[in-house]
């Protein structure tokens, strides 16, 4: 069993029951292939939840200073997690990125880039766009619903392969393509509220 296999395990027999998570719409999701995930955020356990979740590992971007705290850090680059520099280009992130969709592993973003104080759905960043285009990759929306409080239900709905031929064929921008992705995202929250 691998180290994020058995993490999983452990972190779903706690949360699962906590938050009540269920999880609607894993038909949807790609058995095999590079797999874009893009969710909503809001609340720093997203990441955690939407993981224990899905079908497959999933690969998250994580801040860079996340990487050096003692422990953490480790535990973090053992769960599929690598650095990226907030607030630059960080070209090295940007590869790594691709690198997983080129593998055919999932990789897991959120657009908005930083956690929704709200918790209505922002604007997405040209990050997401970027990858989508990029690649070959299914891209996969998600929507994390409900309150993070104990015993009171939490849903993680995946929806549907977005199509991203037109896109792609007309080579739309990163930020047009980010708008379509988060249209679906809003889409799902509407639909699963």
């Known amino acids: 069993m691998t180290f994020y296999a058995f993490a999983r395990s452990v972190v779903y027999t706690v949360f699962k029951p ?5 999880a ?8 095999e292939g590079g797999v874009l995930l893009c969710s909503n955020h809001i609340h720093n356990f997203d990441p955690i939840i939407v993981g224990i979740m899905a079908p497959r590992p999933i690969h998250y971007m994580a801040k860079e200073e996340v ?13 599929n997690a690598f650095p990226v520099k907030r607030g630059l280009s960080d070209r090295e992130a940007l590869r790594t990125g691709l690198k997983i969709l080129k593998e055919g592993n999932v990789f897991g973003l959120f657009p908005e880039g930083t956690r929704s104080k709200t918790g209505e759905l922002g604007k997405g960043l040209s990050g997401a766009g ?47 393509v980010t708008e379509l992705i988060m249209s679906e995202i809003h889409k799902l929250i509407k639909e699963h509220q």
């Open 24 to 31: 609607i719409g894993v038909e949807n999701f790609p058995k």
């Open 18 to 22: 906590w938050y009540r998570v269920e």
């Open 67 to 79: 990487f050096n705290v003692p422990v953490l850090g480790a535990i973090v680059r053992k769960c």
């Open 130 to 176: 970027f990858f989508a285009s990029r690649s070959e990759a299914q891209v996969v929306p998600c929507a994390v619903i409900g309150p993070y409080k104990s015993f009171k239900k939490l849903k993680v709905v995946y929806g549907k392969p977005i199509d991203m031929d037109e896109m792609r064929k007309t080579k739309a921008s990163a930020d047009q």
